[in-house]
């Protein structure tokens, strides 16, 4: 069986051991490097896991940060996924849950 592999992204982290706290610390760096980006796109960059980045731009990074791939990016096993279907394996009922099931709440008003 094949292990299906995610990623981490540690843009914030790298940064702030690196002394850069803001968002807008990294427009002017990436300019110098020819990277043109909005602001909303570096704010994405820096606080969101990106599903594509362009290989010029990871390298700026690296340049920037002073770092390495490993760094900026790591690795992991991709979680399983949460759901199981009947045809998946089961017996139509809700899988790994057993006894542990959720109990309607009743609200009733103060006093009774």
Known sequence: MTTKLDYRWHLREVMATRG???????RPLLAERGIDLSASQI?????????????TTLMALLD???CRMEDLIE????????????AAGGD???AGVGE???KRARITP???
């Not at 850069?20 to 990294?26: A, G």
């Open 64 to 66: 920037i940060l002073q």
């Open 20 to 26: 850069m706290f803001s968002t807008t610390d990294l």
């Open 100 to 102: 542990h099931r959720p």
């Open 92 to 94: 139509g009922a809700a």
């Open 75 to 86: 690795p992991v096993a991709a979680r399983a996924s949460g759901r199981k279907t009947a």
């Open 110 to 112: 103060a006093g009774e």
């Open 43 to 55: 704010y994405r960059l820096v606080v969101e896991r990106p599903e594509r980045l362009s290989l």
